[in-house]
């Protein structure tokens, strides 16, 4: 796949880049503004059922619905498809606003609830029952199942299907009116139960549920169903392109007969293909299982794809927004490789986030002919990729602590960093040559001694000439601040997580060592006041950010995406 350039730009923006590349939706939206369709108007919505976070896949969404409205000049809605009061929650109508807010889009005074449209839905219900479009059905949904037929074999009427419209009418008012059972009754279209689409066979309308709604309360025991609020809800706002998944294409026929019968605005149904990325559940339900079964720690766990989750990871909205412009949409459902979305994230910081020093796995050096007490402050560059980033302070004393895998004691072939007798360099510091280690009783290396040669100060190349083939970072001892830094790996060992024995579910493939935690990590002495969110690049190790879990004093670092991009090389092995 060859990626089109992309222009990033600020968050609260919905403007899509000039260069973004065509697609066939943006196409169809072209070519009713050239019949003046609408009167050229573009109204789109992202419509979350509220009964989880928002995962990568809404992000795809949301991004195609607010950006091609934003084209075309049009208006974005954010509507709540509250239409199944047992499984939603306030709690996710928050975190859906916040999310959307957070990737920069803003649906400014056009906030809806399906719910708020349940007296005009009952109102339409009444009138297909009078009209004699719509049914009251006594049959069991055991028994629905069985008089629906099969992809090959047509329905069977109800035995109530021919019901008088006053019959129908009434009961239908006794279903509202809460006289019947859960399940004892539905409110039925009368299609064609012949229909070689299933979704046409006298598809329910509503059902009785006695259940509070998050906002109805006890007002309804009587819920739509999917088919009978979601185009109906579009047509009340006046979608014009009603931007949906593969799923639901099976259901279009529906959706525009309901709009034909009741004479309401012409929204249009468009599918697209889902995001699915490789080592990724995108399912809310599933995502809800790894939270209730305390797999991880909470819809916000950084190893979640959820956006609360890839936010508090490091993630930007940039990066988000830029990967999904790029995948783009199709009418076949594909996986993208989870190391795309990671090229993109590095792409982004690369360009924000400014450089630092940082050492995880710590060990201590002394520099045993530098003068004790001596500390010099040494210019570092804070973003060789940003003009304006400046430079900082970084102090240098007598003792430092570097990675311990950038020693060895005996060197491998081609390892080039500090051993016994090899001079490295000190980013920004000096040249040091390796002159001895002192070990525990145990044998292992605790201190590696060290000599620095005061021609190379700032880490220059001494007047001699004198090359060293390895540059290492290392923060001074008794100036670093003490961080847990979290290391996360994916969160599924398999590309395709559902992919399992028989008798497992999709936990079986939980990566074991997605998450570990590091404690004692050395940091340069300028992260120390650092607030959460900030994210840098910790020289040679990756992308980090502060977590909301820090406290003065005690700061914790998620490791947000490691440094090398194994995308490009994936883009060129395949060929795209
Ligand atoms: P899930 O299966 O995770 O519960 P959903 O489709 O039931 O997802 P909704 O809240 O109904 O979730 O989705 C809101 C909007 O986001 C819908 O228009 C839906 O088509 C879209 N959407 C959901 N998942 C994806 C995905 N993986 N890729 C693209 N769009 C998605
Ligand atoms: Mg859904």
């Known amino acids: 796949m060859k990626l089109p350039s992309l222009t990033t730009e600020a968050s609260g923006s919905a403007h899509v880049p000039a260069a973004a590349p065509s697609n066939f939706i943006r196409d169809i939206i072209l070519e009713d503004q050239k019949t003046n369709k609408h009167g050229g108007q573009v109204q789109t919505r992202f419509p979350p059922e509220p009964n989880g976070y928002l995962h990568l896949g809404h992000a795809k969404s949301i991004c195609l619905n607010f950006d091609l409205a934003a084209e075309f000049g049009g208006k974005t809605n954010l509507r709540f498809d509250d239409t199944n009061p047992s499984k939603e929650e306030t709690e996710y109508v928050e975190s859906i606003k916040d999310s959307v807010r957070w990737l920069g889009f803003d649906w400014e005074d056009r906030l809806f609830y399906a719910s708020d ?23 069991s949904a055991d028994q629905m199942r069985e008089y629906r037929g099969t992809l090959t074999a047509p329905g069977r009427d109800s035995p109530h299907r021919n019901r008088t419209a006053e019959e129908n009418l009434q009961l239908l008012e006794r279903m509202r009116a809460g006289e019947f059972a859960d399940g004892s009754r539905t409110l039925r279209a009368k299609i064609d139960m012949a229909s070689p689409n299933l979704n046409l066979r006298d598809p329910v309308m509503y059902r009785i549920l006695h259940a509070e709604h998050h906002r109805t309360g006890s007002k309804w025991c009587i819920y739509p169903m999917y088919d009978f609020a979601h185009g109906q809800s579009d047509s009340i706002e006046r979608i014009t392109h009603s931007i949906c998944t593969l799923e639901f294409e099976d259901h ?40 209730e079964e305390g797999r991880v720690r909470g819809w916000d ?36 490789e989870l190391a795309m979305l990671e090229h993109f994230v590095r792409e982004d910081l690369n360009k924000r986030a400014p450089r630092v020093m940082a050492v995880l796995h710590p060990l201590k050096v002394i520099i045993d002919n530098y003068p004790e ?32 895998d950038d020693f060895r004691e005996v060197p491998p072939k081609q390892y080039y960093r500090l051993s016994p007798g090899r001079e490295v360099r000190l980013r920004y510091g000096y040249f040091v040559t390796c002159t001895g280690v002192t070990k525990n009783g145990r044998g292992e290396v605790v201190e590696v001694h060290c000599a620095y040669d005061p021609a190379t100060r700032g880490g220059n190349s001494p007047p001699d000439g004198r090359k060293v083939k390895s540059t290492i970072h290392w923060v001074s001892a008794p100036h670093a601040i003490e961080a847990e830094v979290r290391v996360y790996e994916n969160l599924f060992t398999k590309e395709d997580p559902d992919q399992v024995e028989a008798g497992q579910d999709f936990t079986a493939n939980l990566n074991p060592r997605s998450l570990e935690i590091l404690k004692g990590c050395k940091l340069e002495p300028s992260l120390e006041k650092s607030a959460p969110g900030s994210r840098f690049q910790f020289e040679r190790l990756g992308y980090f950010c502060v977590d909301p879990d820090s406290r003065p004093g005690s700061l914790v670092f998620n490791r947000t995406v490691a440094l090398k991009d194994t995308w490009t090389k994936i883009e060129k092995k395949s060929g795209k």
């Open 117 to 139: 449209y349940f007296d005009q839905l009952y109102a339409w219900a009444v009138q297909l029952t009078k009209g004699g479009k719509a049914y009251v059905d006594d049959l």
């Open 252 to 291: 279009r026929p529906l959706y525009n007969w309901f709009i034909e019968q009741l004479e309401i605005f012409p929204s249009r149904q468009i599918e697209f293909d889902r995001l699915n990325l490789t080592y990724t559940l995108l399912s809310k339900r599933k995502l809800l299982q790894l939270v």
């Open 373 to 404: 007490n001596q500390v010099e402050e040494m210019e570092a560059v804070n973003n060789p990729e940003d003009p304006e980033a400046g430079s900082r302070k970084v102090p240098f004393s007598r003792e430092l602590y570097i990675e311990q």
């Open 301 to 336: 766990d950084p190893r979640m794809p959820t956006i609360s989750g890839i936010r508090r990871r490091g993630y930007t909205p940039e990066a988000i927004k830029n990967f999904c412009r790029a995948i783009g949409v199709s009418k076949t459902n594909g996986s993208i």
